[in-house]
Nanobody, 125 residues
Framework: QVQLEESGGGLVQAGGSLRLSCAFSGRPFSDYAMAWFRQAPGKERNFVARISRSGDITYYADSLKGRFTISRDNAENTVYLQMNTLKPDDTAVYYC??????????????????WGQGTQVTVSS
């Protein structure tokens, strides 16, 4: 059974940076594409970024391109989300997700089989 554990969230001032990590275990990490989603209070879970199994292809939510970077280390079974120039609107619980399906529909939560518990990111103004 795949297990995902996020870390790195916290409170940061607007304009600051955070790096989230997601540790993967239970199956071969390189078999799974990985993604980050986020969910603000009272809102639906939204796609942030996805990275292919080998790490050579990435996708981002249009509104986040240039500020957020997804990466992975297949030797360490970890996926990262570097978040720069953070804004109060980035405040949310951030979730990592793993899936073995094709990349079509990559922004839909339904494409991912496993989820972490989430890590809170709060950006103060």
């Amino acid at each position: 059974q795949v297990q995902l554990e996020e870390s790195g969230g916290g409170l940061v001032q607007a304009g600051g940076s955070l790096r989230l990590s997601c540790a993967f275990s239970g199956r071969p990490f390189s078999d799974y594409a990985m993604a980050w989603f986020r969910q603000a209070p009272g809102k639906e879970r939204n796609f942030v970024a996805r990275i292919s199994r080998s790490g050579d292809i990435t996708y981002y939510a249009d509104s986040l391109k240039g500020r957020f970077t997804i990466s992975r280390d297949n030797a360490e079974n970890t996926v990262y989300l570097q978040m720069n120039t953070l804004k109060p609107d980035d405040t949310a619980v951030y979730y990592c997700a793993a899936g073995r399906g094709a990349s079509n529909g990559y922004s839909s939560p339904a494409r991912y089989n496993y989820w972490g518990q989430g890590t809170q990111v709060t950006v103060s103004s």
